[in-house]
């Protein structure tokens, strides 16, 4: 505890200025309950006391570098789920150009010149169309939103109640 004077308000009074040691667990965030299955299946349960489904463990991410990493980890799996979701899609749709692609051949045969012109352009702009590129762009919703960008949260913890007039 220090005594001082504060001469530059030309102020006689003497103050006393407290200092005390901040506690971490009033300024920390309340943890972040996720419930996580076999085989990395996430799930997010409404509040925090929310029993735990069959086959799904409680993970509690309590620190800033936890999180970053959870949505690093998470961001990683839906990446790849996406990808070779991509690769199947481009598979399926490349047999499909196939037939197709061979059937415009067989009809460019009995074409004008500016037809078979044309329906080559066409294939040559479609073999340049850029494909489909996935971003899963997973977060944490409470680090990245705040209550002017979100809907409020519903649940009866909350004390939420609903509209009477819906």
């Given amino acids: 505890m220090t005594t001082q004077s504060l001469p530059e308000l030309n102020c006689r009074e003497v103050t006393i200025q407290t200092y005390s040691p901040s506690r971490p667990k009033d300024w920390a965030i309340k943890p972040i309950v996720v419930h996580v299955g076999k085989g990395g299946a996430v799930r997010f349960p409404g509040h925090e006391n929310a029993p735990v489904p069959k086959g799904f463990n409680r993970v509690e991410l309590k620190t800033l570098s936890e999180i970053a990493a959870f949505e690093r980890k998470v961001n990683q799996k839906l990446s790849s789920e996406a990808a070779q979701h991509l690769e199947r899609e481009e598979a399926h749709f490349s047999s499909i150009q196939a037939k197709l692609r061979g059937e415009l051949r067989e009809r460019m045969k009995t074409m004008s010149p ?17 494909r489909k590129k996935s971003d899963v762009g997973f977060h944490v919703q409470v680090l990245n939103f705040d209550s002017a960008n979100r809907e409020a949260y519903r649940d009866r913890e909350t004390g939420w109640k609903p509209n009477r007039w819906i």
């Fill in 114 to 130: 500016f037809g078979r012109d044309f329906a080559q352009f066409v294939i040559e702009q479609n073999n340049q169309r850029k």
